[in-house]
């Protein structure tokens, strides 16, 4: 069997003619056209209000008191400790770990970010460490234990 252009279209059923409004009282939606009475929704374009309107009551997002401030300047960061570099089995002694060493072992995830190292736990491998950034402690611990510092820019 071949199919023709104008043999294609839509099932039987499968459009179903809208409800018409405003035919006369008898028909079910007459009248104000089960739109209620006065208000805004019962406006034409009315009934189409933002997320935060109360009514005209004063929104919640304007009654609660503001507390802070919020830093538009800060800038994030993917930190490890030099504990973390500890307990990774993949580190070994004498080791290059920069951010994807630790990406691909799943330490941090966002590689946009940039990398600072800090100082919390105790590190015993000799291990050269690349990163953006370190705390004076994370220094001190990977010189102390005969590794190497690189900052990268």
Known sequence: MTFKIQDIGRPRGNKKSSK????GVGSGKGKTSGRGHKGAGQRSGGGVYNPGFEGGQMPLVRRIPKRGFTNIFKKDWNLVNTGTLEKLKAVKDGAVVDKQFLIDAKVIKKRRLP???????????????????????????????????????
């Open 115 to 153: 990398l600072k190292i800090l100082g919390k736990g105790a590190i015993n491998k000799s291990v050269t460490v690349k990163a953006e950034a370190f705390s004076g402690a994370a220094k001190k611990a990977i010189e102390d234990a005969g590794g190497k510092v690189e900052t990268i820019k």
């Open 20 to 23: 018409r409004v405003g035919r």
